[in-house]
């Protein structure tokens, strides 16, 4: 039964548009596209045991190489943009990489943070990607029939690129190069004198994961159609990592459930309707309080409820 | 740039490291020695600055027991979110505490917003220290500026004198360098770590005090300190408050002379040392304790 679960997961997020109102729509392809996100991260923090809080600037440079690479006046090739996308974030992954793997633990949690800092500053300070105020997609991209525009097209795009995702990671656990991974997060010391050049694997892991993180930016950017600075705030760092913890770390479908649960609460408690109005204007409040209570009451994350007791 | 302006940003750059070694050296106490990544250390700041700005009425001229009251207040707040969110996450990993103190960020921010209110507010300088001193024929320094900087200097000096010639200082120094140690030889570690932590929440309180009058008060302020402090403990070694004085006046330098030199590019200067350092010194400039 469980191992079925993400495919019976998949195939009723594909029937769902049937029945959600346009709202409810988009909310589930801003809840895929963060699920890709926090999956990329789950690479490095659930798989390989690096722990980055600076993951969202792979996120915005992929959202912003999206629309700085679109033409003006039409749409761009999709294929294309989500390649470009894919590779800047890569590539700043690979320099980011580089240099904070030489640093471990706490210290790569802070660099990694710096790092994302510096990437923000770029474009919150200098005209490159229209300052604080971000930049605007004239025309969503197209691939042959696939429009961008086109809400539904949109959806299954988003739906399409988490499943891919998920797949790729699921495979890669098993692979030689995940059990590598995963010998690397119990114990380097030991992976390295079995011979493994330990530094290259993490890094080709940090630069999948951007890679990974600069697909989800690519989702966001085509979906709302615009970008600013504060996509990539360590706010927004902090906030993934959230999801992953919520979900429960070393699950891939941790990432999901948290990305989802994430969203929702964030949903509910500034929905006035629901929490009435005085609460809805400090969501941050009980959003807070929340995750107290999850930090206190569930060391093992929303997974861990799943789990049979002993 | 002529000498007097030179002057002038080199006393910028100063008084900029010392504040931002107030806050840093309380972070990096946090971490060496209770080993938390404290992400709410920038909301510690940002309340010291909102409680100058709602204790200045009520004290007026009295300025240095407003600062000694705010201390006293901010250090028994420092006490009790030390027992109640953080007693029972020590056991847990890092990523657990990560999360708590993130909550407790938006906590705090939205707190900050219920009672004082989304405004940006100004702090007057008390009038003894409200004047300016003229330096070199054209350009003046105001006297506030040089008050912080005096100000950080003495706490520095205090701080110094805590760790390194007293009791409790010597406790903190071995709970840098070998957490398990002090632990094994009977020390109360929980109210060592409650000492620390206050401690560290008072220091970064009084840096937003101390920093209110210069700039203004306003929501946010605390997210950009905390990262810039993240920097400074990076490049000065976790849990070394000797390394958090070079570092801070490191970056009060490279910060002051970027935004000076390169108007557009200054934000990135303090990553790209940042940068250097490690590439130079993965572990910081100084090893833990001093």
Request: hydrophobic share 60%.
């Amino acid at each position: 039964m469980r191992r079925w679960l993400p495919w019976i997961a998949a195939l009723a997020l594909a029937a769902l548009p049937a029945v959600l109102t346009p709202y409810a729509s988009d909310l589930v392809v801003k809840i895929v596209i963060f699920a890709v996100f926090a999956l990329s991260l789950e690479l490095l923090v659930g798989m390989t045991g690096l722990v980055s809080l600076g993951h969202a600037a792979f996120f915005g440079i992929g959202a912003y190489t999206t629309l700085l690479a679109s033409p003006e006046a039409d749409g761009g090739n999709l294929l294309l943009l989500l390649l470009a996308a894919m590779a800047a974030a890569a590539l700043y992954a690979l320099f980011v990489g580089a240099l904070s793997l030489r640093t471990k633990g706490v210290y790569f949690i802070m660099v990694t943070l710096a790092f994302a800092q510096m990437a923000y500053f770029v474009f919150h300070d200098t005209k490159l990607g229209g300052g604080s105020d971000g930049i605007y997609l004239n025309v969503r991209p197209l691939l042959g029939p696939l429009d961008a525009g086109n809400k539904r097209h949109m959806y299954y795009l988003a739906l399409a690129a988490l499943a891919a995702t998920y797949g790729l990671l699921s495979l890669l656990r098993r692979s030689r190069f995940g059990h590598a991974l995963a010998g690397i997060r119990v114990n380097e010391q030991r992976m390295r004198a079995a011979g493994f050049a330990t530094y290259r694997y993490k890094l080709a892991a940090f630069v999948l994961a951007g890679a990974l993180a600069g697909l989800a930016g690519f989702l966001l950017a085509v979906q709302d159609g615009v970008v600013n600075p504060e996509l990539m705030a360590w706010h927004e760092s902090g906030a993934v990592l959230l999801m992953i913890i919520l979900g429960g770390l070393g699950h891939l479908r941790g990432a999901v459930i948290g990305a989802a649960a994430f969203a929702l609460l964030k949903e509910l408690y500034a929905t006035p309707a629901l929490v009435g109005d005085f609460l809805a204007g400090h969501w941050q409040l009980t959003l807070g309080i929340t995750i107290i209570a999850f930090v206190a009451l569930l060391p093992k994350g929303l997974i861990g409820l799943l789990e049979r007791r002993p | 740039m002529d000498f007097a302006t030179f002057l002038v940003q080199c006393l910028n750059a100063v008084q900029y490291g010392l504040l931002l070694f107030l806050v840093a050296s309380g972070l990096t106490l946090i971490f060496g020695i209770m080993g938390v990544i404290n992400l709410a250390h920038g909301s510690f700041y940002m309340a010291g600055a909102y409680l100058a700005f709602s204790l200045a009425p009520l004290f007026g001229q009295h300025f240095l027991p407003m600062l000694l009251v705010g201390v006293l207040l901010s250090a028994a707040f420092g006490y009790l979110l030390e027992w109640a969110f953080f007693s029972f996450l020590y056991e847990r990993e890092h990523l657990q505490q990560v999360l708590m103190t993130y909550a407790l960020i938006l906590v705090f921010e939205e707190l900050r917003s219920m009672l004082v209110g989304n405004d940006v507010h100004g702090v007057p300088a008390p009038d003894w220290l409200a004047g300016t001193l003229p330096l070199g024929s054209l350009m003046t320094y105001p006297v506030y500026r040089l008050f912080a900087s005096a100000a950080c200097i003495v706490v520095g000096l205090a701080l110094y004198g805590v760790v390194n010639h007293t009791r409790l200082g010597m406790m903190i120094r071995a709970g840098a360098s070998n957490r398990e140690m002090v632990r094994g030889l009977g020390i109360d570690i929980t109210r060592l770590y409650r000492i620390v932590f206050a401690g560290g929440v008072a220091l970064a309180a009084l840096a937003g005090m101390i920093a209110a009058p210069m700039s203004s008060v306003y929501p946010g302020m605390g997210a950009h300190i905390l990262i810039i402090c993240f920097v400074v403990v990076v490049i000065g070694g976790i849990g070394s408050i000797g390394g958090a004085l070079i570092a801070s006046l490191l970056v009060g330098f490279v910060d002051t002379f970027g935004k000076v030199f390169f108007a557009e590019l200054s934000g990135i200067g303090v990553y790209l040392l940042m940068a250097a350092v490690l590439v130079w010194r993965p572990e910081g400039l100084m090893k833990k304790g001093w």
